[in-house]
């Protein structure tokens, strides 16, 4: 079978949000950059897939030059080869990432055939914009289920399961089809040294595709105002405890 | 005809939220189809529905409450429309050029954008804005859009349920959690979490670390990409609290915060903190419910 993810660069934010001085973007230059978290596991799931069932695996991403990073990191886990449609790193609405994403996977089709299945996260970690997987869905005509946890080829069909209230919902999807999920659906493996140095020679197509027009436009960001809270320091080491129980006493939960 | 706004309605406060807010969007009447009008749910098929009523009505805008349904099924109905999604706003200014104020990061950030659209939808971020009292949506007569769907639109389809596995109180609505990062060190380092969790009647949550070294299973997260929790006090043992951890607990009551370190940034967005050690100090706590009981 053939198995497409998808994902995206992200900074990882520690504690605290910082602007650039326009804020018009996160000040990512102290920070370091990974796979959108929901992502990972989409990666994780491609890579077993393609171990259980045979065939490829493929990762795309549109990003800036430097996303080839995170491609790297998913061939260090077992993806194939690689897509990077390639940006000057201004930030792409969802409308215009679904349809690059769209373009790039029918032009691949048509000259190695059909993905079974395309995975996606959930929503990206900054943008959370919920929507591109299914925008691709659509633009290809294919059936698909969003935040998803469990995901199993059987078949012609792949199970999907979605938390609902604790519980879960379950789909059965004809393939080929596109799935969107979410952190937990699998605990992703950690890269191998040799799998490392694979990666650095597996292929990476780039191409550079027009920034259409935006029309969800970014004007600024804000970083919310603070928790509000006022922190009282109850005490330092075990010595602490009568005045935490005492607190825990107060407000009836112990 | 009225200039009317229309929201998908689900069981709970975000959709009353969402469908309180979209008064704002047209001349204040307000039409809706419930994400029930297909049972069980099916998305393309509401958002087909929500496609055929939004032009009958020739609705100024769509709404819905940003959650796991609502974000769902308004962006298939985006996709099918061609048209922006602006998911989980909490503010919006719906004049010519419609300008909306939206989470991003979970909340931690927010962006002001514009949304070049003639017919907007957005999802409303939960508990973003409140519900006052009005008579409520004048609910959308859907049969016709029933009888008329395309097959095509009933792929996706809910097949079967999974109840979910019984004792307790989940960890989205638990009154108490007690929190373990990595200053918990392990996974056997969970036990006096667990015993202190257990004193309390409360769940157990840890930090995204945690789930990623293994030491506790997904369903334990409390974070951006885990559970949102809103319990009367959370505890927070050896968790530095990043932006990723803090867009999960933001909702609780009370934050209390055990770390070694001072400097933290979970120490400045607690209400209580100590200073120590969480291998000595929540071992005490436990002790010291113990004595007084």
Known sequence: MRVLVCVKRVPFTGGKMVLTADSMALETRHLGFTISPHEECGVEEAVRLIEANGGESVVLTLG??????????AMALGIDRAIHLQTDGQEWDAQATSSAIAEAVRADESASGPFDLIVFGNESADAGGYQVGLRVAYALG???ATGLKGVKVEGLTVRCEQDVGGGRDVYALPLPAIVTVKEGLNLPRYPSVPGRMRAARKPVATSNPARPESQLQLIRLTVPGGSGRQTKLLGTGPSAAPAVVGMLREIGVA | MTATALVLMEEGEPSEQAAFFARGWGDGTVHSVGVDAIKPYAPDAIAAILQRAADDLKAVAVLAAGT????????????RTGLPFAANIVAADPADAIEVTRQRWGGSLLENAILISGRPLVTVAPYAVKAGNWPGP???????????????????????????????VSLAEAKVVVSGGRGVGSKEGFAIIEELAGLLGGRVGCSRVVTSAGWRPHTDQVGQTGTKISPDIYIACGISGATQHMAGCKGAKRILA???????????LADYA???????????????IRKNR
């Open chain 1, 64 to 73: 800036p030059p430097e996303a080839a990073e995170q491609l790297r990191d």
């Open chain 1, 142 to 144: 294919r059936p698909c």
């Open chain 2, 68 to 79: 796991d349904r609502g974000n769902d099924v308004m962006a298939r109905l985006a996709a």
């Open chain 2, 138 to 168: 004048i609910a959308v007569d859907v049969k016709r859009y029933i009888a008329e769907l395309d097959p095509r639109d009933m792929v996706v389809q809910v097949k079967e349920h999974i109840d979910p596995p019984g004792g307790g």
């Open chain 2, 258 to 268: 055990i770390n070694a370190d001072a400097e933290a940034p979970i120490m400045s």
């Open chain 2, 274 to 288: 100590v200073v120590g050690d969480l291998k000595e100090v929540v071992p005490a706590i436990s002790a010291e």
